[in-house]
């Protein structure tokens, strides 16, 4: 820790902004008007879930810094860290260099605007002997340039980190593909106009009890934004936040569905879920112009591998959603997905 915190202060020049607890960093960041002011803290699974409520708040003068001093290190944390949209992420072994990658790194998080900065310090001996560590760094301002946000320093990239950035890959040619077509010179005078109109807007709804659910949704929505929707054009919210009334005026709708108990319906979700069953009749026919997508969550293992519970249980709100829209008369955009913790990333 003293050599992060040392590291830190030399390369920032962050006397005063550096915090040992992340509650301290945040309250100082609420108050702060410019730069960031960091956390610097050993890394425990418990540090890591108090990690992403932080960004989850969104502060864009909130650094942390999270020092592995042992092995093993996982880095699936911070890749969902990636998931909140405007979030600087890296991951570097530490070094004294002021010009190595743990000082490039520092030096990008501190200048990032956006949105809160995190990076995965590890020290040389925690990773020594994992051929699959991969230092790397994620700036979205590179993206919205029109380059690549994500950098590896390896020529490797390990299994959990190339399937994210291919779950990436795909919802940005998703959220393209939803982009109406810019062939002629006065349809694209309409799309910088700022894309306002409804045939332009998506709607993400999720329903989930651990936040697993609403990460995915929040990585659906920046790719959406990413791939050409105007920030305003594209809403996330919880399922039971929306009127299902409203369900007719909506081009685009995806769903993001975990699953609780036995197949039902997280809390969040349960409420959307019953009143559409009740005005199904008031709907039916009515959702001709509404296209829509659903993802589903689950874990095939939950009631046991391979058993008869798991396999009619696994995502079963997700595939009910989906038979229902599908009788209702929306479109269905394209084959709905499903997620299952057994897999590395979850997804």
């Not at 418990?46 to 650094?63: R, Y």
């Not at 020594?128 to 380059?147: H, I, L, M, Q, V």
């Not at 008869?308 to 595939?319: G, P």
Request: charged share 25%; proline share 3%.
């Amino acid at each position: 820790m003293d050599r992060a915190n040392t590291l830190v202060r030399s390369v920032l020049k962050a006397d005063g902004a550096t915090f040992s607890s992340l509650q301290a960093a945040v309250a100082a960041a609420a108050e702060a008007e410019s730069g960031k002011r960091w956390a610097v803290l050993v890394h425990t699974k418990d540090t890591l879930q108090e990690v992403h409520a932080a960004l989850a708040g969104g502060s864009a003068h909130l650094g942390v810094i999270i020092v592995a001093a042992s092995g093993p290190v996982s880095q699936v944390e911070i890749l969902r860290a990636m998931e909140y949209g405007d979030v600087y992420a890296a991951a570097a072994v530490m070094d004294d260099s002021s010009k190595g990658p743990s000082a490039t790194a520092l030096l990008e998080a501190a200048s990032f605007e956006d949105g809160p900065s995190f990076i995965l310090l590890a020290e040389p001996s925690a990773v020594r002997n994992d051929a699959k560590w991969t230092s790397f760094r994620y700036d979205p301002r590179r993206e919205k340039a029109g380059s690549q946000a994500f950098v590896a320093e390896n020529a490797q990239v390990r299994k959990e980190i190339q399937a994210f950035l291919d779950r990436e890959n795909i919802l940005t040619v998703i959220a393209r593909k939803t982009l109406p077509s810019t062939e002629s010179a006065e349809e694209e005078g309409e799309l910088a106009a700022g894309l306002g109109d409804a045939s332009k807007t998506v709607t993400i709804l999720y329903t989930s009890d651990t936040g697993h659910g609403e990460e995915c949704a929040k990585a659906i929505a920046r790719q959406c934004r990413n791939g050409g929707y105007a920030s305003s054009s594209v809403r996330c919210g919880t399922m039971d936040s929306f009127d299902v009334g409203a369900l007719p005026a909506e081009p685009l709708v995806i769903f993001v569905v975990s699953t609780a108990g036995k197949g039902e319906f997280p809390g969040n979700g349960r409420g959307f879920w019953t009143k559409l069953e009740e005005r199904s009749s008031e709907l039916q026919g009515q959702l001709g112009s509404t296209k829509y997508a659903v993802f589903g969550l689950g874990d095939s293992h939950y009631w046991g591998k391979g058993t008869e519970d798991s396999r009619i249980n696994f995502a079963k709100a997700a595939r009910d959603l989906d038979e229902s829209l599908e009788k209702l008369g929306a479109t269905r955009f394209m084959p709905s997905g499903y997620g299952d913790d057994q897999d590395v990333d979850q997804y």
